[in-house]
């Protein structure tokens, strides 16, 4: 039977505030460097060690508050977050409860921290382990100026957030791409920071290998993955991507399909073509690749500032022509 608050968290239109995962993939399915890899045993190891130390050990009958084990997923996009989060809830036995704060979100004034609250207790019936996709955009710093009523709500959803992390007895995942946007206060609640980087060669060797299925993806000979390692530095992310171009390009090649091979040049293609798309999503309106933040936004004010004032400049051009055709209408108006 649902759980009612999995259906309260259904949004009217169908779409989910939550997704229920019954977790497949392992940490077989993801290539990750040595250090990420030990931080997250280690992560493991709490987990399974919890009832130990809590209950047998008598220490939650020390700490009524932050029972639970709350970690921090933080990396580039691409480098494996949301699949380790699903590898974590298979080695536990658990389900992943994936949030979509976009759906949890509510134009409604206080409707949001009611949602985050219900989450959490979604999340406790279930036994699951509650992992929310892009975390920054719910526990963002909160604000001091508190006048308009969007950033009093964000202020209370924090808050709440902050609380139901407080007596949560269970696993809690947040992953984001922007850790310094957390609210300080989460740094104290959160037991673990793992730290997500780019794979080196060997890894991205790897990612290579695991993209493709080892007896039915049908490669030409000359495919050489460690040379693609070793010319594109790209995440695990961006490799899936080009392998999913690569036999695109492959399948649409005219021939039978039994004759059919995924060649090095597919591959180098697609890792181009994915690479220069990943530099177009990366323009942006402030200015050249390689300027500082705040040289950017300098660069667009003054950007704005210019075209203001031609703007103006012309407005007032055109105001001025009118007031001459004016005065000269009422000059001749008054001459006859």
Request: one cysteine or more.
């Given at each position: ?34 250090a ?10 709490q987990?399974?060690?919890?009832a ?38 298979h ?18 004034v ?31 710093r909160r ?35 922007l ?13 673990t ?36 390692a070793?010319?594109?530095a ?24 039994a ?13 181009e ?10 323009q ?13 936004i ?15 400049l ?11 055709v004016?005065v000269?209408?009422i ?6």
């Amino acid at each position: 039977m649902p759980s009612p608050l999995l259906s309260l968290l259904t949004g009217r239109s169908g779409r989910r505030a939550v997704e229920t995962i019954t977790p497949e993939r392992t940490f077989a399915d993801v290539i990750l460097p040595p250090a990420t890899l030990r931080t997250l045993d280690h992560a493991l190891v709490q987990v399974r060690s919890h009832a130990l130390i809590f209950g047998r050990w008598g220490l939650a009958e020390r700490h009524a508050t932050g029972l639970g084990l709350a970690f921090n997923f933080a990396g580039p996009p691409g480098t494996g977050k949301t699949i380790c989060a699903e590898a974590i809830a298979h080695a536990l036995g658990m389900k992943l409860l994936l949030v979509n704060y976009a759906e949890v979100e509510s134009m409604w004034v206080g409707e949001t921290p009611k949602n985050v609250a219900a989450l959490f207790r979604a999340a406790a019936e279930q036994r699951a382990v509650l992992f929310f996709d892009e975390a920054d955009a719910i526990a963002a710093r909160r604000t001091a100026g508190v006048g308009q009523p969007n950033a009093r709500e964000a202020n209370t959803t924090v808050s709440v957030l902050l609380r139901e992390l407080e007596g949560f007895n269970g696993v809690v995942i947040f992953a984001t791409n922007l850790a310094a946007n957390f609210d300080p206060a989460f740094e104290r609640r959160i037991r673990t920071h793992v730290l997500f980087e780019m794979p080196g060669v060997d890894e991205r060797e790897r990612i290579w290998h695991v993209q493709l299925h080892p007896a039915k993806t049908p490669l030409a000979d000359d495919v050489d993955f460690r040379a693609l390692a070793e010319r594109f530095a790209v995440s695990g992310g961006d490799i899936k991507n080009a392998v999913l171009k690569a036999a695109a390009a492959a399948a649409a090649e005219p021939g039978p399909d039994a004759a059919k091979r995924i060649h090095q040049r597919h591959f180098e293609t697609a890792m181009e073509e994915v690479v220069a798309a990943r530099a177009v999503m990366q323009q942006t309106i402030y200015g050249a690749e390689g300027a500082s933040r705040d040289e950017r936004i300098i660069e667009a004010l003054q950007a704005a500032e210019a075209r203001w004032r031609a703007t103006a400049l012309v407005a007032m051009a055109l105001g001025g022509a009118a007031l001459l055709v004016a005065v000269g209408a009422i000059v001749t108006a008054f001459l006859r």
